[in-house]
């Protein structure tokens, strides 16, 4: 997975190292709405990527979610 | 488009603001997620994994906001040793009535008749917006000390079987008293920051009592809350001449942990130097910040010299932030 997502879903919102597989669902993975600001937050602060709370939401798995932040990544780039 | 308020010194001359009493208070009965969960749809894990809180203490059909405030200032009052005040100000989003205002009656309860006392709404930016209010009193030469107060009952505004809002809130009241003296003296107020929104007005509402609850439109506040925490508090260490790695303590309102964990890691304030009692309390509105001033100074948390940063978001929008070294006095 991306270094960028997984670094803030392992240090900042606390993601247990078990369910970050690409299949897991943003729901199983542990994210609630709050989460879904938080990862948006911090992936403009840190990264400057910018990504919505409907992007985020509409990805269904974490490898789906993985893949949308490296396009960004790529076309901000 | 926006503009926030220029930050202005928190008074200046010999007619600067500074902390001489401290004082809460809090309803005696304690209710845990577990109570919530006997009567709403919810689970201790959910509260606390959203919002950090494990009680929260509630004041019921007989105490009043004005009962809070009062207990709170006569503490405070005790602890600056018995000063004399010649104005109040009370930061409340749950006054007892529409009218009158409650801190004529808080004032009256204290012995202060005669003195100006006003209630003042700011959502839970209150406190901040009425500390700028007392520093302006002094300031101007309207009185040389004054009673400061911040006293919610949060509790009465959401829908009874609100589970995404009943467990956030507790009531209480905390107060500092202010009085005249050199800025440069330990406890003068800061430059204040203060700002407010309304184009978001929207985001956090509470109809008047019969005809509605409080709304709340979660993470779109926790974003505003984040981004106006931050950048006030960076505004205001900043007008003090304080980089971020000499504030010892940041005195966040306690709106919800994960919010307050965010703006400390946004400003690099590492997390044993945020003080934080939302766990105990839930959100106090205006009373959160003194209420939490208190219990840190009482269980050393805080002590004499610390650099405190101060800072708080409610609806409105509104925000704000100051700065203060902790001064020595009786807790």
């Known amino acids: ?77 | 488009m926006q503009t926030q308020h220029r930050p202005a010194a928190g008074g200046t001359g010999d007619r600067a603001a500074i902390i001489c009493g401290i004082g809460a208070a809090l309803p005696p009965t304690v209710v845990s997620n577990a109570d919530l969960c006997a009567r709403l749809d919810t689970t201790d894990e959910w509260i606390r994994t959203r919002t950090g809180i494990s009680h929260r203490r509630l004041a019921g059909a007989d105490v009043s906001t004005e009962d809070l405030a009062a207990e709170a200032a006569a503490e405070a009052l005790r602890s600056s040793g018995g000063d004399r005040v010649q104005a109040l100000v009370l930061a409340t989003t749950t006054p007892d009535l529409r009218c009158p205002a409650t801190a004529p009656a808080v004032a009256a309860r204290l012995g202060l008749t005669g003195i100006p006392a006003l209630d003042l709404a700011a959502g839970c930016t209150g406190f901040l917006y009425a500390l700028a209010t007392a520093v302006g009193f002094i300031a101007s030469r309207t009185a040389d000390a004054v009673l400061v107060i911040g006293a919610d009952r949060l509790s009465t505004l959401p829908a009874p079987q609100d589970r995404s809002t009943v467990p956030l809130f507790g009531d209480g009241a905390g107060a500092l008293v202010l009085r005249r003296g050199s800025a440069s003296d330990p406890g003068a107020i800061g430059p204040m920051v203060l700002g407010s929104d309304g184009a978001y007005n929207d985001l956090i509402t509470a109809p008047h009592k019969h005809s509605g609850a409080l709304q709340m439109q979660g993470a779109e506040v926790f974003r505003h809350a984040v981004d106006r925490m931050s950048a006030a508090s960076t505004q205001a260490a900043q007008a003090a001449g304080w980089r971020m790695e000499d504030v010892d303590r940041l005195v966040p309102h306690q709106a919800n942990a994960r919010i307050t964990d965010f703006v400390a890691r946004k400003l690099a304030i590492p997390h044993h130097r945020q003080l934080q009692n939302i766990q105990h309390v839930g959100n106090t509105g205006a009373a959160s910040i003194p209420l939490l001033l208190t219990q840190a100074a009482a269980d050393g948390q805080i002590a004499p010299g610390h650099r405190l940063l101060l800072t708080a978001f409610g609806a409105g929008l509104t925000w704000g932030a100051t700065t203060v070294t902790w001064p020595d006095m009786t807790t």
């Open chain 1, 1 to 77: 997975m991306n270094g960028a997502l997984e670094r803030i879903l392992l240090n900042d919102l606390k993601v247990p190292a078990d369910r970050m597989s690409p299949d897991v669902g943003l729901d199983d993975a542990g994210f609630d709405s709050l989460a879904i600001v938080e990862l948006s937050e911090l992936l403009g602060e840190r990264f400057g990527i910018d990504i919505s709370d409907d992007e985020i939401k509409r990805a269904t798995t974490l490898g789906e979610l993985d893949r949308l932040i490296e396009q960004k990544q790529q076309k901000e780039g």
